[in-house]
């Protein structure tokens, strides 16, 4: 070929980047379920007798792990940036505020796994696939329903508390805004009403709900969306929560322990602990979802497990755009 015109279909490859691009993206390993099937034959195994043995002895383990999970896919992936813990230099993920109030039990079983998992194949799993199969897991031994976990998830190489805000929803929110931050992460309003029946588990602080509880209005002392009674009794419970803001109370007052569709019945009773438990039964884009699932379990596992299995695959990255991390708080360098 002539050198000139070798030199010309270099450049044009090189300028090409649209296509360079598109190939480079296909050429990115997907997840699978036989990912770690010759590396690490055990990675079921493991990961489900830690699971079961920390379950057991911490029955607040299960809520824990989701909560943190959720939390960890909406802030940039399904990525472990959450187990990241903070340096004299950077204030990691877990150190943002509305982070603060994650349990330790979910790290913990992490940790847990994460250490057999080196013991019997060293560097191969990721503390983001630990982290995915630990919450299934947990939601099936709470009676949930199973859903497939692929694999090959890396780790993130970055955590920053400053990318959280924003990114997770609140409970002061409005349901606008709860909406928006699921549809910009492609969850619809129909997902986002089955994920939120994640709270059928686990607990809240009474300062997550002390506002509709507490000097609600002139007319009211609690928001009238709770049951009069229920209010009453929340008010009891949570009466010294300034004193000891350790004071909790079950999402599910009802069904506490076992992960069923209690939570919808609930909120349509004004049994709901948060003001966006409650708005969930009132707002007409959501009200028809809280009505099948009450009435509906199987519907709801369903749902469930299909917006889990969407959730658990968001924002994952594979290839060399993570790491494998050998502790899952710290990154390799
Ligand atoms: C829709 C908007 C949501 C809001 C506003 C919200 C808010 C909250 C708040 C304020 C708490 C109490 C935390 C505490 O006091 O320690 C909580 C607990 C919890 N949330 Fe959500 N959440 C939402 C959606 C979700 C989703 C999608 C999941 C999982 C798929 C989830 C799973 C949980 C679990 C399991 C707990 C109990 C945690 C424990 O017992 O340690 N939440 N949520």
Redesign the pocket.
Known sequence: MAPRLFLLLTLAALLHYPAADAQRRQRQPLLTTAYYRKSCPRFEQIVQDTTTNKQISSP?TA??T??L??HDCFVGGCDASVLVSSTRFSKAERDADINL???GD?FDVVVRAKTALELACPGVVSCADILAVATRNLVVMMGGPYYTVKLGRKDSLTSHASDVEGYL???T?SMNQ?IQI?ESKGFSVQE?VA??G??T?????C??FSSILYNYSRASESDPAYYFEFAKSLRNACADYKKNPTL?VF?DVMTPNKFDNMYYSNVRKGLGL?S?DHALSSDPRTQGYVELYAKNQNAFFQAFARA?EK?SVYGVKTGRAGEVRRRCDAFNN
């Open positions: 607040t809520a824990a989701l909560r999970f959720f109030s994650l349990p979910g929803p609140r409970p929110m709860i699921f986002m994920l939120s994640a709270h588990i686990g607990f809240s602080h300062k997550e909790s999402n948060l966006s889990m959730l």
